[in-house]
């Protein structure tokens, strides 16, 4: 009896596991995995004959590529200065520096029952001009995903952030977030910056359209140099022809950064830890001691993590 107990524990554990591990191969990261209705994948291999471009990733969501990253055909150019802004980051007007030796590695990994996380060191393709390079990826079912980039530079340095979403999408001025409506998939793009520094996408004309059909290229870049930087960007994607109502907030303490976000009027709050090394952090009096904190209100249940 004690042993059948024990197997089946095991069981349990192992199948927890390969659900709520991202998928990764050689070339990427899939979030939350390849089997979900929508799926985030980064591209981590920094080697120029790797399948995308290095720190770009896309998003597919029922049956509809919505966001792109430049696969091989298309970056064989990001070599030119023409074609720079394939990248999705460029620090002083320079992209990575595509090698093989500088790969993302992962650096934390978690989950809930409603969540999945993980975080990237990015920082050894960008070595010379950031001191640190933290990606952070959240995803909360259905339809959320939240990321943080955190930047600090070895000296103030001009930053600049580049997407390829499908050229349909449009800008909502009056929320200041961006739109696309798909037959099958639906996506907005919604980013927050500290409270002194305030961010928009905007659209640019670009020579890697030529590259990526189908595609456009929106531009973020603030009005000054700076020594560090902290985005957060929440991509929202639900099926095509539905309306969803989301609002966004950003929230900062001394020990962590984040967001509440509503959904249909329901709050979900997000709170990423500042300090890794710290036992405990706290956002608006939630307090949580992993990497990131997830608290998701729901009509007949509360979700703490």
């Known amino acids: 009896m004690k042993k059948f107990v024990l197997l089946t524990l095991f069981c349990f554990i192992a199948c927890h596991l390969l659900f709520t591990l991202p998928v990764r191969s050689a070339d990427s990261i899939v979030v939350p995995s390849s089997t979900n209705a929508i799926q985030?994948?980064?591209?981590?291999?920094?080697?120029?004959?790797?399948?995308?471009?290095?720190?770009t990733f896309d998003i597919q969501a029922y049956g509809e590529k919505i966001l792109h990253a430049p696969g091989s055909n298309a970056f064989r150019g990001a070599m030119s200065s023409d074609h720079v802004r394939l990248h999705y980051l460029l620090v002083n007007g320079e992209g990575p520096a595509l090698a093989a030796t500088n790969n993302m590695t992962v650096v934390e990994q978690a989950s809930g029952p409603d969540w999945k996380y993980l975080a990237l060191d990015a920082g050894a393709?960008?070595?010379g001009?950031?001191?640190?390079?933290?990606?952070?990826?959240l995803f909360i079912a259905p339809d959320l995903f939240v990321l943080w980039d955190h930047l600090v530079a070895k000296n103030p340095a001009s930053f600049e952030m580049v997407l390829h979403p499908?050229?349909?999408?449009?800008?909502?001025?009056?929320?200041r977030d961006w739109r696309l409506e798909l037959p099958k998939a639906s996506l907005r793009i919604h980013t927050l910056g500290t409270k002194a520094l305030r961010y928009t996408w905007r659209r640019i004309e670009s020579p890697a359209d030529r590259l990526l059909p189908g595609t456009v290229t929106m531009q973020l870049v603030p009005t000054n140099k700076l020594a560090s930087l902290d985005l957060l960007t929440v991509f929202a994607v639900y099926p095509g022809g539905e309306k969803r109502d989301y609002t966004f907030k950003l929230l900062e303490?001394?020990?962590?950064i984040g967001a509440r976000i509503h959904r249909e009027g329901w709050p979900t709050l997000v709170a990423f830890k500042l300090d890794p090394a710290a036992q405990k952090a706290s956002l608006t009096g939630f307090g949580f001691s992993g990497p990131v904190g997830v608290d998701v209100f729901k009509p007949t249940r509360r979700l703490l993590q």
Do not use: D, G
């Not at 994948?41 to 471009?53: E, G, I, K, Q, V």
């Not at 001009?129 to 990826?137: A, D, G, P």
């Not at 499908?166 to 929320?175: G, L, P």
């Not at 303490?253 to 962590?256: C, E, L, P, Q, T």
């Open 125 to 127: 393709a960008y070595r």
């Open 129 to 137: 001009r950031l001191e640190e390079y933290k990606r952070s990826i």
């Open 253 to 256: 303490s001394n020990s962590a």
């Open 166 to 175: 499908s050229s349909a999408i449009q800008e909502n001025v009056a929320w």
């Open 40 to 55: 985030l994948r980064f591209h981590t291999n920094a080697a120029p004959a790797a399948s995308h471009l290095f720190n």
